[in-house]
């Protein structure tokens, strides 16, 4: 980036407490622990921290910079300092809007993504097709939040022709506000399921904070609508809509398809004609994914062939029902990333389509922000789990007894169950169970970490 300090202060509508309006700010960090000499400091705040507390280490390492909050500005304590100073009511909104103004210097297509479950993979699969014709700048790891998204966007430079954006949140009115940020042309929703219920509460809730990017999507986006999610289908809508479906008809509709152990193979229709993809990735949830990522390059305009040489070479992340094969033969699916009852349920759904004759084994961790949905969420996994004929289920945390119960409830033999508190105590039989089980799906909510099984049945099994 390459703004002056005087483009800085009309964005932001901040307070130049001392410096020269003519400085050039180049680069800007949140966090002293990777500021570099001549970034700009900008003093985020939360719960648990306060970045004014370092704004003497930002100095002492080099910050051209600081941006504060307006009232703690201490002339007695910087005035004296050979840096600028610039003050704002809320430091953490003049962040993004810093980011907005250097985002509008490029007039380049910019999808965002967001939804319950799939966003990630999601927002991967339109960056593997989009990067077949442009440069493209995509979230990278978790950067998809009121900090995450303006850092991206400031990475923005002249040589990249898209970008993808990933928009989180866990609160009404964030989604609406990284909307406004990243201003994007093309919105996407990969559906809505019981996440977050903390703050959101129920379904409708979810809906409608997700929701946030159709209704401030500026003039002249498209919303990719997937017609499969109900919840989405009754959302407002401003932009020009495409729609997406498996299940019903839509704009970008697949016709047919065919899910594999190695990938997938599918059929889509669009304006008349009939086009051929396929992909890697395994599972009926990652299908959905697909084809939002087809629509999504239908919308920008790429022709089928280009998407499909996209598609094709998509090779998938780490800890996004990875396939890591063990000595023996022994298989895991590791999922490791994230959890809710929805996302549970299509990875127990993918375990089932990829298990074969084999038993296979689920190895559940705890979904958090669940709020009063946490028994009632964690017992529909273990249904979910009966339901998909999964043989053997081990549940680790707080609430496995629920998980246990649900498949319990659902007719799984109990001495097919087990729940343990720690993950020490799922170790003591886990090994054995694998072997039982063949194939086994890791899974749990981030906080839960759950890629710690994956890495104890990788040391003491061997990777083959």
Aim: net charge neutral.
């Amino acid at each position: 980036m390459n703004l002056s300090l005087q483009e800085i202060l009309e964005a932001t509508k901040g307070t130049l407490f001392q410096g020269d309006p003519a400085l050039s700010v180049t680069s800007i960090s949140t966090d002293t622990r990777t500021l570099k000499s001549g970034d700009a400091f900008v003093c985020l705040s939360g719960p648990n921290f306060d970045g004014h507390e370092f704004i003497d280490t930002a100095i002492e390492k080099g910050a051209r910079l600081v941006f504060l909050q307006k009232n703690r500005w201490s002339a007695e304590r910087w005035g004296k300092v050979p840096l600028a100073f610039v003050g704002a009511e809320d430091p953490l909104w003049a962040f993004g809007e810093i980011a907005r103004t250097w985002r509008r210097r490029f007039s380049i297509p910019l999808v965002a993504v967001t939804g319950s479950n799939g966003k990630t993979t999601t927002k991967d699969l339109i960056a593997a097709v989009l990067g077949e014709r442009f440069k493209i700048l995509a979230t990278e790891g978790n950067l998809n939040n009121l900090v995450g998204v303006p850092r991206m966007l400031l990475q923005l430079t002249p040589d990249h022709g898209a970008a993808v954006i990933e928009m989180g949140m866990n609160d009404f009115g964030e989604i609406a506000r990284l909307t406004e940020i990243a201003e994007p042309t093309v919105g996407l929703i990969t559906n809505v399921a019981y996440a977050h219920l903390e703050k959101l509460k129920d379904l409708e809730g979810v809906a409608r904070a997700k929701g946030e990017l159709f209704e401030r999507l500026p003039k002249g986006a498209v919303a990719l609508v997937n017609r499969d999610d109900p919840m989405i289908a009754k959302l407002p809508i401003r932009a020009y809509p495409i729609s997406f479906g498996i299940e019903n008809p839509a704009n970008v509709f697949c016709t047919r398809y065919r899910l594999e152990e190695d990938g997938m193979e599918w059929e889509i229709q669009y304006l008349g004609k009939r086009h051929e993809f396929e992909c890697s990735l395994v599972g009926r949830a990652n299908l959905s994914n697909a084809v939002a990522a087809v629509a999504a390059g239908f919308s920008l305009g790429l022709d089928a062939k280009t998407i499909a040489k996209g598609l094709k070479n998509y090779k998938g992340r780490a800890m996004r029902m990875e396939r890591i094969i063990l000595k023996g033969g022994l298989e895991i699916l590791n999922d490791c990333y994230n959890a809710n009852p929805s996302s549970m349920a299509a990875a127990l759904e993918t375990l089932k389509s990829v298990k074969g004759p084999r038993p296979g084994l689920a190895v559940l961790g705890e979904m958090f922000e669940m709020g009063d949905y946490a028994k009632e969420g964690h017992r529909a996994v273990g249904r979910a789990a009966a339901a998909n004929g999964i043989g053997y289920l081990a549940a680790v945390g707080p609430y496995a007894e629920q998980v246990v119960q649900g498949a319990r409830e659902e007719g799984t033999a109990a001495e097919r169950l087990r729940s343990v508190g720690t993950q020490d105590e799922l170790f003591s039989f886990l090994k054995e169970w694998v072997a039982l089980g063949k194939i086994v799906l890791i899974k749990g909510s981030r906080g839960a970490r759950m890629e710690k099984v994956t890495e104890y049945l990788k040391r003491t099994i061997g990777e083959n």
